[in-house]
């Protein structure tokens, strides 16, 4: 007697038989779904954008906003504070660079990614001089974690910005008074000087038109006339403008210099820690400056980084491993640039990499050796698998 | 290079020990992977200070090393066993009504029994009874099946075709009363998605049986330390791994499987090909129209998708304890109508009928930074509801639903909100974007009494493909993880044969 004849004899065998046989009757014919999961999440999580400069708005005299528009008709929706990975292939080097969308969620036909001058930075210097309006480009869809959570971060927020850094605030300041949202905000925005600062109008007027909205400006090099606040984000400076620290959530965006700065500020006015998020701002400008970094590797020193299978290639002590495969013309798919999102992880077969503190990799990803590209130098020769 | 024996589509608990297995028998594999990581839902990610545990909870069929389960024996073929810190459960579970009933229930039999009786005086008799029909029943399922006894007749297994194919409401009924004994005790059928009414009292039994006999497990570093551990044996073993990379096509010729197309458009020859993707996308997207099977479509019609969850993870800025969080497990249900909570399933806007907190630092302190708290709080979820969700209103559902959530947790835990550091929201789609399954499925198909097995499993229909993970072996980790092992000694046991 075989397994399936026995199975008839059980209890009930023949009634639940009829259950399976009726369920086919009426069931689903899964073919007709066919390609339904993708069209789900091409609508939500779309891999790839394809984008078309359609205006290029001057802010400053180093920096402009690309409004960009959709190929094809339809942009996802984003979570206020979010990036996109712009790809773009200049000096014969494909790479990318997450930007933080400017404009508001609520604004579907277009993102404003608003790029300012960064020194020595070869992908902005190209996005500002060469790009002009129907130029095409390829991004990844929204991502990032930099952004208001309703079910923790309550009703009263403080943002501190530091140059560039107001991008994703500014997406989320449009948001909640475009949207009448029943939260406040006030804004501290960081600059060199007056005529650094990005959106200063707009900024000025969403103050005046909105109670919930208040704009402090704050110039460290200030010009005879500067009617601004001026010195650093001081705790101080804090104290007097926010008055009370207590019950409120702090989002800060701007390069290394303003977390290095601020944070120890916020936490001698007591503003416990995990009130406290940060955008995670690109790789550092010069890692060898790093209190971690190995004194006895110096900058320009280079490597032969060995892709298994592939080939190998010479790769600078500085610059992360993500950028040196790029410009040695291998594909790693990218997104965050920053260390968290994992995208970019690969497997290190030999040699040493160091990994800036504040990488996010999984404990056991440590265990069996897998970093993340882009937030890993090389410090010896080494191997990796793609 | 571009020839395999075996290729393996997806590296989730299912592919990757199909992939492992196959490796270690000597087979040229390659493991195709669309994600950048490997584990499907046996994975975790960062967030802050915390690393998040995705979809492990309570690992069945480990045992220790005296008295190894059969999950346990299969990893150990593989050598991750001892790759991995394992963590036992000394409870199963503390099941909680606020105001009304809060009872925990230990890991072994007297302990569960005791602790039923002591709640619930009145019922001494019928709880007894209940637990041993349970053992009576599923220790016949081992005889007959797992000792596969050549002569299996009624006469000799009497409650197994007594019961096997019963629901498990009725019979809980014949022994309990009170509504709430029966939630305290089948509770469980979360890790199904199928009420008591709806659950075969086979699946019921073999939870139970697991969980007391083999002890609930955990793992330090969370389940992803697994998955990575596989990639690791594979690898070892001469098995070739492609993340971010899966499969377009799954290429036929000669009525059999003959290869894949990769999303690069690269064509590897292949043989035999085992899909850890969802049968849907496997045979309705990657097989050729002629190809697809009449009487597989038909067959697989009849099973519908099984649910999803809403999840939120959490982290909290102090130590569980600080909290009066005392158990790993917590089942927080605000009513006792489990057919209520499975209705509730379908909707995406009621209050919250039965959840399920996990506290990972009660049994292993290491889950999160000291002095802090890694928590999952998660309720079922069909995907169906969300699909409908327009895309420009999906930020603004993403929310409302954890609110409620943390405010039953809050009427419970007082201060819990106060103390959340970190919180990331997985809804359905959140689900079906990682998983890339139809409507967002964790466990597969639906696993209802005419789900089950008895009735035959799924066969693509055409010779060299093969499934594997939740779709195949219903869902959870034991049976994904055992599903792989299975898949992959049946394709290796024809290959030998071809072999001669």
Request: a neutral charge; hydrophobic letters at 35%.
């Given at each position: 007697m075989t397994t399936k004849d026995i199975h008839t004899q059980i209890e009930g065998y023949h009634r639940v038989l009829d259950d399976v046989k009726s369920a086919q009757r009426y069931g689903t014919d899964y073919r007709i779904m066919k390609g339904e999961v993708a069209r789900v999440l091409d609508l939500l999580h779309p891999r790839r954008l394809d984008l078309r400069v359609s205006e290029v708005i001057i802010e400053t005299p180093s920096t402009k906003t690309l409004r960009m528009v959709s190929e094809t008709g339809y942009l996802p929706p984003f979570e206020a504070g979010q990036y996109i990975n712009l790809f773009v292939e200049t000096a014969g080097v494909r790479t990318s660079r997450p930007y933080s969308i400017s404009s508001a969620p609520g604004m579907t036909a277009y993102y404003d990614i608003t790029v300012r001058r960064q020194q020595g930075g070869f992908v902005s210097e190209y996005l500002l001089e060469t790009v002009k309006p129907g130029d095409r480009f390829e991004s990844s869809g929204p991502a990032g974690q930099f952004r208001y959570n309703p079910l923790i971060h309550g009703r009263e927020l403080v943002f501190i910005a530091g140059g560039s850094g107001i991008t994703p605030f500014m997406?989320?300041?449009?948001?909640?008074?475009?949207?009448?949202?029943?939260?406040?905000?006030?804004?501290?925005?960081?600059?060199?000087?007056?005529?650094?600062?990005?959106?200063?109008?707009?900024?000025?007027?969403?103050?005046?038109?909105?109670?919930?909205?208040?704009?402090?400006?704050?110039?460290?090099?200030?010009?005879?006339?500067?009617?601004?606040?001026?010195?650093?984000?001081?705790?101080?400076?804090?104290?007097?403008?926010?008055?009370?620290?207590?019950?409120?959530?702090?989002?800060?965006?701007?390069?290394?210099?303003?977390?290095?700065?601020?944070?120890?500020?916020?936490?001698?006015?007591?503003?416990?820690?995990?009130?406290?998020?940060?955008?995670?701002?690109?790789?550092?400008?010069?890692?060898?400056?790093?209190?971690?970094?190995?004194?006895?590797?110096?900058?320009?020193?280079?490597?032969?980084?060995?892709?298994?299978?592939?080939?190998?290639?010479?790769?600078?002590?500085?610059?992360?491993?993500?950028?040196?495969?790029?410009?040695?013309?291998?594909?790693?798919?990218?997104?965050?640039?920053?260390?968290?999102?994992?995208?970019?992880?690969?497997?290190?077969?030999?040699?040493?990499?160091?990994?800036?503190?504040?990488?996010?990799?999984?404990?056991?990803?440590?265990?069996?050796g897998y970093i993340h590209s882009c937030a890993a130098y090389p410090l010896s020769d080494c191997e990796v698998l793609l | 290079m571009n020839n395999y024996d075996v290729v393996v589509i997806g590296a989730g608990n299912g592919g990757l020990t199909a992939a492992a297995t196959l490796a270690k028998q000597g087979l040229n594999t390659l493991l195709l992977e669309r994600h950048n990581i490997p584990g499907g839902c046996a994975t975790s990610f960062c967030r802050g200070r915390f690393e998040f545990e995705v979809a492990l909870h309570q690992l069945s069929g480990m045992g220790n090393p005296s008295f190894p389960g059969p999950l346990r024996s299969m990893l150990d073929s593989l050598g991750v066993v001892n790759?991995?810190?394992?963590?036992?459960?000394?409870?199963?579970?503390?099941?909680?009504?606020?105001?009304?009933?809060?009872?925990?229930?230990?890991?072994?039999?007297?302990?569960?029994?005791?602790?039923?009786?002591?709640?619930?005086?009145?019922?001494?008799?019928?709880?007894?009874?209940?637990?041993?029909?349970?053992?009576?029943?599923?220790?016949?399922?081992?005889?007959?099946?797992?000792?596969?006894?050549?002569?299996?007749?009624?006469?000799?297994?009497?409650?197994?075709?007594?019961?096997?194919?019963?629901?498990?409401?009725?019979?809980?009924?014949?022994?309990?009363?009170?509504?709430?004994?029966?939630?305290?005790?089948?509770?469980?059928?979360?890790?199904?998605g199928a009420p008591p009414r709806l659950l075969a009292f086979t699946e019921y039994a073999a939870m139970i049986f697991a969980y007391i006999e083999f002890k609930p497990y955990h793992m330090k570093h969370g389940s992803q330390v697994l998955s990575n551990a596989l990639v690791d044996s594979f690898i070892k073993n001469g098995g070739d791994v492609r993340f971010n990379c899966g499969a377009k096509k799954i290429l036929t010729g000669q009525g059999r499987v003959a290869g894949v197309v990769l999303d690069t458009g690269e064509e590897v020859r292949a043989p035999y090909v085992i899909s850890n993707a969802s049968p849907m996308a496997t045979c309705g997207e990657m097989l050729d129209k002629e190809h697809q099977n009449e009487d597989f479509f038909r067959q697989m019609g009849g099973h519908s998708i099984g649910p999803s969850a809403y999840t939120l993870y959490i982290g909290l800025d102090c130590p569980h304890g600080d909290l009066g969080i005392t158990e790993?497990?917590?089942?927080?249900?605000?009513?006792?109508?489990?057919?209520?909570?499975?209705?509730?399933?379908?909707?995406?806007?009621?209050?919250?009928?039965?959840?399920?907190?996990?506290?990972?630092?009660?049994?292993d302190p290491d889950a999160s930074p000291p002095g802090t708290t890694q928590i999952a709080l998660v309720d079922l979820k069909y995907g169906e509801p969300w699909l409908s969700v327009p895309p420009h209103q999906y930020y603004d559902y993403k929310y409302l639903y954890g609110d409620k959530m943390l405010s039953v947790v809050e009427g419970l835990i007082p201060g819990f909100r106060a103390h959340i550091e970190e919180v990331e929201v997985a809804t359905p789609l959140t689900h079906m974007r990682y998983l890339n399954t139809p409507a967002g499925s964790i466990y597969g198909f639906n696993q209802f009494i005419r789900d089950s097995r008895v009735f035959g499993a799924l066969d693509p229909g055409i010779p060299g493909l093969y499934f594997a993970g939740a779709w195949a072996g219903g869902g959870g980790f034991q049976p994904t993880l055992m599903s792989g092992g299975s898949a992959a000694r049946a394709v290796a046991k024809k290959i030998r044969q071809e072999r001669g």
């Amino acid at each position: 007697m075989t397994t399936k004849d026995i199975h008839t004899q059980i209890e009930g065998y023949h009634r639940v038989l009829d259950d399976v046989k009726s369920a086919q009757r009426y069931g689903t014919d899964y073919r007709i779904m066919k390609g339904e999961v993708a069209r789900v999440l091409d609508l939500l999580h779309p891999r790839r954008l394809d984008l078309r400069v359609s205006e290029v708005i001057i802010e400053t005299p180093s920096t402009k906003t690309l409004r960009m528009v959709s190929e094809t008709g339809y942009l996802p929706p984003f979570e206020a504070g979010q990036y996109i990975n712009l790809f773009v292939e200049t000096a014969g080097v494909r790479t990318s660079r997450p930007y933080s969308i400017s404009s508001a969620p609520g604004m579907t036909a277009y993102y404003d990614i608003t790029v300012r001058r960064q020194q020595g930075g070869f992908v902005s210097e190209y996005l500002l001089e060469t790009v002009k309006p129907g130029d095409r480009f390829e991004s990844s869809g929204p991502a990032g974690q930099f952004r208001y959570n309703p079910l923790i971060h309550g009703r009263e927020l403080v943002f501190i910005a530091g140059g560039s850094g107001i991008t994703p605030f500014m997406s989320m300041i449009r948001e909640t008074t475009d949207r009448g949202l029943d939260r406040s905000i006030h804004l501290l925005y960081g600059n060199r000087l007056e005529g650094d600062i990005i959106f200063h109008r707009e900024l000025k007027e969403r103050a005046e038109r909105h109670k919930n909205f208040i704009y402090t400006p704050v110039i460290s090099e200030p010009s005879k006339k500067c009617s601004e606040l001026t010195g650093l984000i001081s705790g101080d400076l804090m104290k007097k403008v926010l008055g009370r620290v207590e019950g409120k959530n702090f989002f800060l965006c701007g390069p290394g210099a303003l977390y290095d700065y601020c944070m120890p500020e916020l936490e001698k006015l007591g503003v416990p820690l995990h009130r406290v998020r940060r955008e995670m701002f690109g790789s550092p400008v010069d890692i060898t400056s790093d209190p971690g970094w190995p004194g006895e590797v110096k900058k320009g020193t280079r490597f032969t980084v060995k892709v298994k299978g592939k080939g190998d290639l010479s790769a600078l002590a500085e610059e992360s491993l993500l950028v040196s495969l790029e410009r040695g013309g291998y594909a790693v798919p990218a997104l965050c640039r920053s260390g968290e999102c994992s995208l970019c992880r690969v497997k290190l077969l030999s040699g040493k990499v160091y990994q800036p503190r504040g990488a996010h990799v999984r404990a056991s990803d440590l265990k069996y050796g897998y970093i993340h590209s882009c937030a890993a130098y090389p410090l010896s020769d080494c191997e990796v698998l793609l | 290079m571009n020839n395999y024996d075996v290729v393996v589509i997806g590296a989730g608990n299912g592919g990757l020990t199909a992939a492992a297995t196959l490796a270690k028998q000597g087979l040229n594999t390659l493991l195709l992977e669309r994600h950048n990581i490997p584990g499907g839902c046996a994975t975790s990610f960062c967030r802050g200070r915390f690393e998040f545990e995705v979809a492990l909870h309570q690992l069945s069929g480990m045992g220790n090393p005296s008295f190894p389960g059969p999950l346990r024996s299969m990893l150990d073929s593989l050598g991750v066993v001892n790759e991995i810190e394992w963590v036992e459960m000394k409870n199963l579970y503390r099941v909680v009504v606020p105001g009304k009933m809060d009872i925990t229930l230990p890991a072994n039999r007297k302990g569960f029994t005791d602790a039923l009786i002591e709640k619930f005086p009145n019922e001494k008799e019928g709880i007894a009874a209940f637990i041993d029909l349970v053992y009576r029943f599923f220790t016949e399922v081992i005889g007959a099946f797992y000792m596969r006894d050549p002569e299996i007749s009624p006469q000799k297994y009497p409650l197994y075709f007594k019961y096997a194919l019963a629901d498990t409401q009725t019979i809980m009924d014949e022994y309990l009363k009170d509504p709430f004994l029966k939630l305290a005790i089948s509770v469980y059928w979360s890790y199904v998605g199928a009420p008591p009414r709806l659950l075969a009292f086979t699946e019921y039994a073999a939870m139970i049986f697991a969980y007391i006999e083999f002890k609930p497990y955990h793992m330090k570093h969370g389940s992803q330390v697994l998955s990575n551990a596989l990639v690791d044996s594979f690898i070892k073993n001469g098995g070739d791994v492609r993340f971010n990379c899966g499969a377009k096509k799954i290429l036929t010729g000669q009525g059999r499987v003959a290869g894949v197309v990769l999303d690069t458009g690269e064509e590897v020859r292949a043989p035999y090909v085992i899909s850890n993707a969802s049968p849907m996308a496997t045979c309705g997207e990657m097989l050729d129209k002629e190809h697809q099977n009449e009487d597989f479509f038909r067959q697989m019609g009849g099973h519908s998708i099984g649910p999803s969850a809403y999840t939120l993870y959490i982290g909290l800025d102090c130590p569980h304890g600080d909290l009066g969080i005392t158990e790993t497990t917590n089942f927080i249900c605000t009513h006792t109508d489990m057919d209520r909570s499975f209705t509730e399933m379908k909707m995406r806007d009621n209050e919250p009928g039965q959840m399920l907190l996990t506290c990972y630092n009660v049994s292993d302190p290491d889950a999160s930074p000291p002095g802090t708290t890694q928590i999952a709080l998660v309720d079922l979820k069909y995907g169906e509801p969300w699909l409908s969700v327009p895309p420009h209103q999906y930020y603004d559902y993403k929310y409302l639903y954890g609110d409620k959530m943390l405010s039953v947790v809050e009427g419970l835990i007082p201060g819990f909100r106060a103390h959340i550091e970190e919180v990331e929201v997985a809804t359905p789609l959140t689900h079906m974007r990682y998983l890339n399954t139809p409507a967002g499925s964790i466990y597969g198909f639906n696993q209802f009494i005419r789900d089950s097995r008895v009735f035959g499993a799924l066969d693509p229909g055409i010779p060299g493909l093969y499934f594997a993970g939740a779709w195949a072996g219903g869902g959870g980790f034991q049976p994904t993880l055992m599903s792989g092992g299975s898949a992959a000694r049946a394709v290796a046991k024809k290959i030998r044969q071809e072999r001669g």
